[in-house]
Nanobody, 116 residues
Framework: QVQLVESGGGLVQAGGSLKLTCAAS????????VEWYRQTPGEQRELVAS???????NIADSVLGRFTISRNNGVVTTYLQMNSLKPEDTAVYYC??????????WGQGTQVTVSS
């Protein structure tokens, strides 16, 4: 089992920054990659960024140049740095872990609200 806990969400004005943290625990050695998704009501979850345990990153076009993903201590702690935030970035942000075996693990989500 892998447990994920997100933190760092909140309310910020447009143009501001937030840094989300995803802390993993449990069977960490089974994690292949950590991903950040976001979701707004009535919409599907959107993959925002990902980082593999080898350090390869991928950023969605919608946030490219504004968001970066990084990690510390392998994939134990993963960060999503969000700069130049826009009202359309408002969403619940979820951390997820893909694993060697078993389904993707999810965190509980953290709300990010960007005011105009």
């Amino acid at each position: 089992q892998v447990q994920l806990v997100e933190s760092g969400g909140g309310l910020v004005q447009a143009g501001g920054s937030l840094k989300l943290t995803c802390a993993a625990s449990g069977n960490i050695i089974s994690i292949n990659a950590v991903e950040w998704y976001r979701q707004t009501p009535g919409e599907q979850r959107e993959l925002v960024a990902s980082i593999t345990k080898g350090g390869r990153t991928n950023i969605a076009d919608s946030v490219l140049g504004r968001f970066t993903i990084s990690r510390n201590n392998g994939v134990v702690t993963t960060y999503l740095q969000m700069n130049s935030l826009k009202p359309e970035d408002t969403a619940v942000y979820y951390c997820a872990a893909t694993r060697i075996l078993g389904p993707r693990a999810w965190g509980q989500g953290t709300q990010v609200t960007v005011s105009s």
